[in-house]
């Protein structure tokens, strides 16, 4: 395995249970990728995801987790000064939209009607296998029971694995088992021809409500105004099976992980490079590390950039070229804030919308320059965990979505920029002027070279076109015994989707690489 991140994670322990002596190596010093936590003077910050959906893709494979459920997914804020809270219960939802546009709520729930209609028909073939190869078993049961069973899961309540059957609807279940099978209409229910914004446009004569569902593109880092609309399918996820918190913070997960691989016997070297993946014409014979040790191995699993595979571990120019044609993601530039006193009213989640979200967009792929008018996300986990702050202060995670590469281009320094975010908040209700004991920022450089991350994407190719989706790097490498698992990856970023990338490449060497008894042992690290 090449890479620890948590799509590795996943895949690496399903493969141990099956049977297989895995190792896996890890340049940095933890496991978990982008799963990480920056900590300074007793505040904590979550450097990538902050909130966990799909938790049964974690749980169904006995990783331990002490789950939040929120009751407020996120609060959105306009230009105007006007504010729409997202809620568990999707009616709760529409009414809310009802109050912020009256008659809209009745378009809110026809979206979310066809949000998961969407999800429906992605289990069955987007979200089941590789769109190169045979379609797999889908990596969960559509509709089943709520993270940790019928006796837990429950609205500020633990669910502590691990658990068995299927679990959440979506996103538990071991492949295999009477599962749903692709249907003829779901590929035109997945990829109709229309944008994500064209998709909220048919729903929603409300601007405000548009951009709203524009948001979900950036899940992917994509424009609204070029992304599929499949990606309208994440609020059947939000509002369908909940949004999460991981009591401690989303790295936990990780740490949950990697217990996991212990238990199961996979060997993790940490701190060590692999420079070279080794084939001959037909299939993969082992990799390379930066010492210059070369490891025999029958299958290699990356677990990184699909750019840096077909780069430098297995130089392949075609391939290479094909990727370079899907653009890169968006990245992030994060500004980690050491807040003091607390926010009355601030809730866990909340987006302050820039004034005009296709010049916004614009800016970041097409000018390729932040945003002068930026949205900004804000993330205060001290609302939920006093663990992550000192007490009677916040720690605030805020992103804003910038272009991937090099902000020595930008035409604004780094520092400066985290300035006119900061006025550009204070104009919109989030003044924190006298109040910060101390601000860190990443850039994309950072998310570059800590991650090796293509230009600091934080997605790997962008997602342009109704048929985006499909044209990921697959799992299947070209030789055989080499299988891509990640965010750049089929089927995409984020901790489900690479969750769901785990299971497929593991059905698919399931499939390649057939074995009879499990392997007891422990890992050595």
Known sequence: MVGGGVGGMVTALLLARDGHDVRIYERLPRLGGKLAEHRRDGFTFSIGPSLLTLPGLFLDLGVPLDLLELDELCRYR??????????????????????????????????????????????????????????????????????????????????????????????GGEPGGDLPRPRPGDLLTVAPARTLHGLASRFFRDARLRQYVGRYATYAGSNPYRAPAALGCVPAIEHGDGGWYVRGGLPRLA???????????????????????????????????????????????????????????????????????????????????????????????????????????????????????????????????????????????????????DPARWPTPPEAYAELVLDRLASRGHDLSGRLRFLDLLTPADLRDRYGAWGGAIYGGAYGGPLAPFRRPGNRGPRRGLYLVGGSAHPGGGLPLVAMGGRIVAALVRRDFPRSAPRPGRARR
């Open 255 to 405: 740490d949950a992980l990697a217990a996991s691989l212990d238990k199961a016997g996979v060997e993790i070297r940490l701190e060590t490079e692999i420079t070279e993946i080794l084939a001959d014409g037909e299939r993969v014979r082992g990799v390379r590390t930066a010492l210059g040790e070369v490891v025999g191995a029958d299958i290699v699993v990356v677990n990184a950039d699909a750019a840096a595979l077909y780069g430098r571990l297995l130089p392949d120019r075609a391939r290479l070229r094909r990727i370079a044609r899907l653009g890169l993601s968006s990245s992030a530039f994060l500004m980690l804030a050491a807040v003091e006193g607390r926010t009355e009213g601030l809730p866990h989640h909340s987006v302050v919308f820039s004034g005009d979200y296709r010049r916004e967009f614009g800016d970041i792929f097409d000018r390729r320059r932040p945003p002068e008018d930026p949205t900004v996300y804000i993330g205060c986990p001290a609302v939920a965990d006093d663990t992550q702050a000192p007490a009677g202060a916040e720690s605030w995670s805020m992103l804003v979505n910038v272009p991937a590469g």
């Open 78 to 171: 306009f230009a105007d000064g006007s504010t729409l809270s997202t809620y568990r219960d999707p009616e709760r939802t529409a009414e809310a939209v009802d109050r912020l546009a009256p008659g809209e709520g009745r378009g809110w729930r026809a979206f979310h009607r066809w949000a998961e209609r969407c999800l429906d028909a992605s289990t069955r073939t987007f979200f089941a296998g590789p769109p190169s190869g045979p379609v797999v078993e889908p990596p969960f049961r559509p509709r089943g029971q709520r993270p940790g069973g019928p006796a837990g899961g429950e609205p500020g309540r633990s669910a502590d694995g691990p658990v068995g059957g299927s679990a959440s609807r979506p996103g």
